[in-house]
T-cell receptor, first 112, second 111 residues
Framework: TQLLEQSPQFLSIQEGENLTVYCNSSSVFSSLQWYRQEPGEGPVLLVTVVTGGEVKKLKRLTFQFGDARKDSSLHITAAQTGDTGLYLC????????????FGKGTRLSVIA | DAGITQSPRHKVTETGTPVTLRCHQTENHRYMYWYRQDPGHGLRLIHYSYGVKDTDKGEVSDGYSVSRSKTEDFLLTLESATSSQTSVYFCASSDAGYGYTFGSGTRLTVV
């Protein structure tokens, strides 16, 4: 099984700070998705990145796809307590509608 | 509301009993999936379906079976529950190549 590595595993920061979490693989992604999961709920899709070097913004969240399409990052500016959750990246092993493979996630805690 | 509904939300069952978890979607998505989520392992695929009566195994399919008789319903059955199947189970659906819509999960405890 090709691995999807997420780092850091845990992150605890103060409200207002900036942070970056990472998703890496030794393989090339055809596309990559980011999800956020809150306690007691299922993951919710944040973004899909497809093109190497692509940058997408969702309010205070900035997603970047590496030029070689083997890594991605999620940067949060001025974190809020509502950003607390588990951030998951996911990719498909092959193009088409093969099932997603998920990383183990980064658990973010934003403290007021 | 549109989306995915999982039932039950919580269940406690005894070792050796069969258990069926239900997933109902109103998105008219062709593809449906069952994952389990465990500490240290993340989300792992159990089974998935690419159409009515069309299913395939995932990474951790042993001890599980699925059925999909209608587009909107996807059932997961634990044939004889074991303690190692204590987990949180998530159902998801998608259209081809798009992101998933997840249910809120079923927390299953096997005692």
């Amino acid at each position: 099984t090709q691995l999807l590595e997420q780092s850091p595993q845990f992150l605890s920061i103060q409200e207002g700070e900036n942070l970056t979490v990472y998703c890496n693989s030794s393989s090339v992604f055809s596309s990559l998705q980011w999800y956020r999961q809150e306690p007691g709920e299922g993951p919710v899709l944040l973004v899909t990145v497809v093109t190497g070097g692509e940058v997408k913004k969702l309010k205070r969240l900035t997603f970047q796809f590496g030029d070689a399409r083997k890594d991605s990052s999620l940067h949060i500016t001025a974190a809020q307590t509502g950003d607390t959750g588990l951030y998951l990246c996911a990719w498909r092993l092959r193009e088409g509608n093969t099932p997603l493979v998920f990383g183990k996630g980064t658990r973010l805690s934003v403290i007021a | 509301d549109a989306g995915i509904t999982q039932s039950p939300r919580h269940k406690v069952t005894e070792t050796g009993t069969p258990v069926t978890l239900r997933c109902h979607q109103t998105e008219n998505h062709r593809y449906m999936y069952w994952y389990r989520q465990d500490p240290g392992h993340g989300l792992r695929l159990i089974h998935y379906s690419y159409g009515v009566k069309d299913t395939d195994k995932g990474e951790v399919s042993d001890g599980y079976s699925v059925s999909r008789s209608k587009t909107e319903d996807f059932l997961l059955t634990l044939e004889s529950a074991t303690s190692s199947q204590t987990s949180v189970y998530f159902c998801a659906s998608s259209d081809a190549g798009y992101g998933y819509t997840f249910g809120s999960g079923t927390r299953l405890t096997v005692v």
